[in-house]
């Protein structure tokens, strides 16, 4: 028998839109300034300012389908983007302010972005790529710690004269909405393009009490940058539960992060390893300092954390801290690592909050062997590459890139190697690749190797992970010189410096006589892991 239709309704970020202004219209958001005052607005404020966005973005000649890059901290303005942008019907292409200038470069070429909407502070690194830059043809600064003076259009006197109503169109909800890029660890990045569709299932799942469980009573605290993998989702999601928004601009130092928690009485709060790590070593310094006891949940992901990690914050603040993993291909959310109810007593343990947790409704994984590709069993032991298939999983990149990403039947390779058990809990145990991730940005070893091999006393170079107290990983470089040639380690960090961020740069610099290779000859980087793995641990870097 054939269930009757139902209502054609489009799964638009519209809704989210409109729903925030009807029901939600006294929920305050609240932005950090980069003095650390406090500006506070509401989402009727969010409504009405981003039809005044879609009006001066309209008169500027931007249309459908076009991007909309941002280059900002997370911020009110920031959130007016997230839902004005898209409405209308363009995309907003957030550019990731870590990454070098040559990137970001190639990345707002790449995506042939039309407009630019820049925070004030982050002139200097606009400036640094926009000769690279041809598409761009206006650019819109936030005056975030100071009147624009000449660089370009003020934002607020751009909304300023345009009405605050605006006759969203009606969108197809498979047109794009958001735009973000990888960070290039095996050759350039490559775009990720996030239907209406997708973004609006990802809410949908996020908001559900086992997976985020965002909850119209919750003061939600993005620590996860805006411009990092649409921010794990979290602003789309605390703006379709009606949550009241901490937003904390360019101030993520753990201090900054506690005081603003505790005196906006923050419930929900996610970031990489890095910052709780820092935040987890002052509280620990400071007990009793800064009152947390509004908080329900904290979201962990972006790399694997520590169980030291997790198990500090719980025995010694009664804080939770929640495991998750994603990827920028998978909008980010694929699992969740909460302890399922009918695992019975003694399962909440502090090997299985460590774990990457099972996946979250919609997403379906798979582990497969690396030699042959064949889908292995879940026993806890069998080491494969992680596969994964769902509504908000990339299909493809941008510009049909890396079509080797993905198999014929349908599935995502993920290039994280991982076990899983028979509940299926997945636990990474390595990379398919020796990319490097470090305070969950990730480092492509390839990419310096190559640029050390240019400088004219190297003959070899190998880059390889070390663990780090702080940030989970750093590379290091083994260095093989030509017979004659000297170099010092400070020479070889002045030759990179002009090519990379400098969280790329390695830490360390080991002069060898040899690399191991394999029998094929490729550098054989698990021996120098094995060697050199713990280097680091007693001198973590700044």
């Given at each position: 028998m054939l269930a009757g239709r139902m209502m054609d309704y489009p799964l638009t970020l519209t809704h989210f839109l409109e729903r925030a202004r009807t029901y939600h219209g006294r929920c305050e958001i609240v932005t950090q300034n980069p003095d650390r005052t406090s500006s506070r607005s509401t989402y009727a404020d969010l409504h009405r300012r981003a039809a005044k966005l879609a009006h001066a973005l309209t008169r500027l000649g931007v249309g459908a389908g076009d991007r909309v890059a941002t280059l900002c901290w997370n911020h009110a303005r920031h959130l007016e983007l997230y839902l004005g942008v898209p409405a209308m019907g363009a995309v907003v292409h957030t550019l990731n302010l870590r990454l070098h200038p040559s990137e970001l470069g190639y990345i707002a070429s790449h995506a042939e972005d039309k407009v630019l909407v820049v925070d004030r502070s982050l002139l200097p690194l606009y400036r640094k790529f926009a000769p690279q830059v041809r598409c761009i043809r206006r650019v819109i600064v936030v005056g975030d710690d100071g009147p624009v003076e000449g660089d370009g259009l003020d934002y607020e006197a751009l909304l300023a004269p345009e009405p605050d109503h605006f006759d969203f169109p009606t969108l197809d909800e498979r047109a794009a909405a958001m735009l973000c890029y990888t960070s290039g660890t095996t050759g350039n990045p490559k775009g990720v393009l996030y239907s209406h569709r997708s973004i609006v299932l990802h809410t949908l799942v996020s908001c559900m009490h086992d997976t985020l469980g965002f909850r119209e009573r919750d003061v939600v605290l993005p620590v996860v940058p805006m411009f990092h993998a649409m921010a794990w989702g979290m602003p789309y999601s605390a703006v379709a539960a009606g949550a009241r928004i901490v937003l904390p601009g360019p101030h993520l130092d753990p201090a900054s992060l506690l005081d603003l928690m505790a005196?906006?009485?923050?419930?929900?709060a996610a970031g990489v390893p890095t910052i709780w790590l820092g935040i987890l070593a002052l509280l620990d310094e400071h007990p009793g300092r800064w009152d947390l006891s509004a908080m329900r949940s904290m979201v962990i992901?972006?790399?694997?954390?520590?169980?030291?990690?997790?198990?500090?914050?719980?025995?010694?603040?009664?804080?939770?801290?929640?495991?998750?993993?994603?990827?920028?291909?998978?909008?980010p959310l694929g699992t969740i690592a909460h302890v399922r109810a009918s695992l019975g007593p003694g399962a909440d343990s502090l090997d299985t909050r460590a774990s990457q947790g099972y996946p979250v409704p919609f997403i379906d994984q798979r582990h497969v062997g690396l030699d042959d590709s064949r889908p292995l069993p879940w026993d806890g032991q069998s080491m494969g590459e992680l596969e994964v298939r769902g509504?908000?999983?990339?299909?493809?990149?941008?510009?049909?890139?890396?079509?080797?990403?993905?198999?014929?039947?349908?599935?995502f390779?993920?290039?994280?190697?991982?076990?899983?058990?028979?509940?299926?809990?997945?636990?990474?145990?390595?990379?398919?690749?020796?990319?490097?991730?470090?305070?969950?940005?990730w480092i492509s070893s390839v990419a310096l190797e190559n640029a050390l091999m240019s400088h004219p006393a190297v003959l070899e170079?190998?880059?390889?992970?070390?663990?780090?107290?702080?940030w989970s990983e750093r590379p290091l470089a083994a260095v093989v010189l030509r017979q004659g040639q000297t170099a010092s380690k400070d020479e070889l960090?002045?030759?990179l410096e002009p090519r990379f961020a400098k969280f790329w740069l390695p830490d360390e610099y080991l002069f060898v006589e040899r690399i191991p290779r394999t029998s094929t000859g490729k550098f054989l980087k698990s021996k120098l892991r094995e060697e050199f793995a713990d280097l680091l641990t007693a001198k973590p870097s700044g």
């Open positions: 005196r906006e009485r923050v419930t929900f992901g972006g790399a694997a954390a520590p169980p030291s990690l997790l198990d500090g914050f719980r025995s010694r603040h009664g804080l939770t801290v929640t495991h998750a993993w994603g990827m920028t291909e998978t909008n509504p908000w999983v990339a299909s493809s990149y941008f510009g049909d890139e890396g079509e080797d990403r993905f198999t014929k039947d349908g599935w390779k993920t290039g994280d190697v991982v076990t899983i058990d028979g509940e299926g809990y997945m636990r990474i145990t390595d990379r398919s690749k020796d990319v490097i991730k470090s305070g969950g940005e170079a190998a880059v390889f992970a070390a663990r780090h107290p702080v960090r002045a030759h």
